[in-house]
């Protein structure tokens, strides 16, 4: 690697030809290598730490990483895993099983939000991902938790489903963007 005079980004040299750094992202094996590793958190977070507060952030951050070095197809592709794995393997509470397809979407609202502005300004992509995905997530919950779920759970699972989702989303973020800010991958 070298940096060319008068530039900020790094170059990989080869045969006399240099190339941005974001080249080596555009081959897929790569891509795959890199979407892999980052799936692999996410899906692992929930299985080792077991709280909503660790791996909520740690779900959305990777969500964030991905879709701003992959793209959208692959923030997409990795808001549908780990809420599957959820399922699975039974870390999700039973209660909150009729929330999972909305818990997908909402993640899903999460990475389209957040593309939509990552090259115009990363900050209100990620304060705006992070809301559309709280408004969605408990507008749906307060319709299924209140009208389809009366239980005495039903209260703490919409808190859940509420303004937590707002924080770990707003977390997740701030996890991105300093991972992506030590990596020099941002503008």
Request: aromatic share 12%; proline share 4%; hydrophobic share 55%.
């Amino acid at each position: 690697m070298v940096k060319k005079e008068g530039e900020d980004m790094l170059y990989l040299e080869d045969k006399n030809m240099f190339y941005p750094i974001s080249i080596a992202l555009d081959n897929i094996k790569t891509r795959l290598t890199v979407f892999t590793i980052f799936l692999a958190i996410a899906t692992s977070a929930p299985l080792i730490f077991h709280n909503q507060f660790l791996t909520g952030p740690i779900v959305n951050a990777i969500l964030f990483i991905i879709t701003y070095l992959l793209g959208p197809y692959y923030g997409i592709a990795a808001s549908i895993i780990p809420s599957g794995m959820a399922v699975g393997i039974g870390l999700l509470p039973v209660v909150l099983l009729p929330m999972i397809g909305f818990i997908i979407l909402g993640n899903i609202i999460l990475v389209s939000v957040f593309n939509s502005f990552k090259r115009k300004n990363l900050y209100i992509g990620f304060i705006s991902a992070a809301i559309a995905k709280f408004v969605f997530i408990y507008a749906m919950s307060a319709v299924i938790l209140r009208l389809y779920l009366k239980t005495n759970l039903s209260a703490s699972m919409a808190s859940m489903m509420g303004i937590n989702q707002l924080y770990t989303a707003l977390l997740g973020g701030l996890i991105a963007y300093a991972f992506l800010k030590s990596f020099k991958k941002l503008n």
